[in-house]
């Protein structure tokens, strides 16, 4: 070591004085491995179009000169655009107020659990479900509850309302398509669980839509009429191909919008972001256009497993999960041996695979028609 170097540590995160509730835990991620198709991800695989990255780029450039300004700290234009956008593609009537956006689905559920959740209060998602709803928790000092499901990935609703009775979360999630599984939830039991939450004390239920456009059933948006305390969230990343743009929102009754910026930081959506969304908005038909390739070939894929025949979980989502496997990760790295990478999530006995272009997905029917031959022989 020479003078005026500083000597390294081997300082490990529990050394250090965190929570006690982040002791041990893993940072949320998927490996990105450098491989010829990556389908572990949920990306929509489709570019965005010559002429929206024009739009883009004029949009952008029209924010650049006043990048010396804040941005409009309530993105008024945005909301209302994303308004038009639930209103013409959900079935229900919602206007600015009703909306509220942020950097990412994840910071729309992190905003609503700094508000709705906290220190003393609880949050329940049925698992396995989207595993950011339990970071974010934690994150926020909010208590997790580990809610069932049925051996199909479905809720059961009396078990579920007779958590919530006994348990009486401040929070309840509900994902539709859930993530891993693919499942989606039905109208009825979306209000069966609210009407719970509501019994047991006056609790605020996340209906989490982030892969709505792909499901083969209707947003359940217009479910939010009437009920104050249902908050409806989505996301930009999946449906308009934009996962590096950042951008979620929800939708929920105008006294929820208002509670929410109560935390959200100031300005924390940039200028930037705000012209890329808006400029996305004005190509939502191409966009959806994607969307609907993107569920044929989810169709194709879950068709084509079962062929195979392989278990595979209904999908209303942009991804398939399929198995039974009597060792996921030992499948997950034979798939990854033939070039291209699946998602172990952790639920033992499956893997979960995106949705990509005709040709991904050909590899991919490729490398589980081997395996399958391997484990036959």
């Known amino acids: 070591m020479t003078n005026g170097d500083t000597p390294r540590t081997t300082t490990r995160i529990d050394d250090l004085p965190i929570r006690d509730e982040l002791r041990g835990k893993s940072p949320y ?3 990105q ?17 010559e002429a929206l990255v024009d739009r883009i780029a004029e949009r952008v450039r029209e924010a650049a000169r006043d990048l010396n300004r804040y941005p409009d700290r309530d993105a008024v234009e945005l909301r209302t655009e994303l308004a038009r956008y639930l209103t ?12 509220w956006a942020a950097n990412g689905s994840n910071e729309v559920l992190q905003q609503l659990l700094q508000t709705f959740g906290g220190p003393g209060r609880t949050a329940i998602g049925f698992e396995p479900s989207y595993s950011m709803h339990a970071l974010i928790a934690r994150g926020t000092g909010t208590g997790w509850i580990s809610g069932p499901r049925d051996e199909d990935f479905t809720i059961d609703v009396e078990a579920a309302r007779a958590v919530i009775a006994e348990l009486r979360p401040d929070v309840v999630f509900i994902t539709s398509p859930n993530n891993p599984t693919g499942t989606a939830v039905d109208a009825e039991t979306v209000l069966a669980l609210y009407d719970a939450a509501q019994a047991a004390k006056p609790s605020m239920v996340v209906v989490d839509e982030a892969y709505g456009e792909f499901s083969h059933h209707a947003s359940l948006l217009p479910l ?19 996962a ?33 969304a808006l400029a996305a908005l004005e190509h939502t038909d191409t966009l959806l ?3 609907g390739r993107l569920k044929s070939e989810r169709d194709r894929i879950v ?6 025949g392989y278990d595979v979980t209904d999908s209303d989502a942009n991804f398939v999960q399929f198995g039974r ?13 033939r070039g291209v990478l699946v998602r172990d999530n952790g639920v033992p006995g499956w893997l979960r695979v995106s949705a990509g272009t005709p040709a991904e997905n050909d590899a991919f029917l490729d490398a589980v028609r081997e395996l399958k031959k391997e484990h036959d022989a």
């Open 29 to 31: 991620g998927a490996p």
């Open 33 to 49: 491995l450098d491989v010829p198709v990556r389908l572990n991800t949920n990306e929509n695989p489709y570019p965005l179009p």
């Open 88 to 99: 013409r593609t959900a079935g229900h009537t919602v206007t600015a107020a009703h909306v």
């Open 224 to 242: 939010i009429e009437g009920r104050p305390n249902m908050v409806l969230s989505r996301t930009m990343s999946k449906a308009f191909g934009a």
């Open 244 to 276: 590096g743009l950042r951008l979620g929102y929800l939708a929920a009754d105008p006294a929820v919008v208002d509670a929410v910026q109560l935390v959200r930081l100031p300005y924390h959506l940039s200028s930037i972001t705000q012209a890329t």
């Open 289 to 291: 256009g994607y969307v």
């Open 303 to 308: 068709t084509e497993l079962r062929a195979l």
């Open 325 to 337: 496997f009597a060792d996921s990760h030992t499948a997950w790295r034979r798939i990854l041996d």
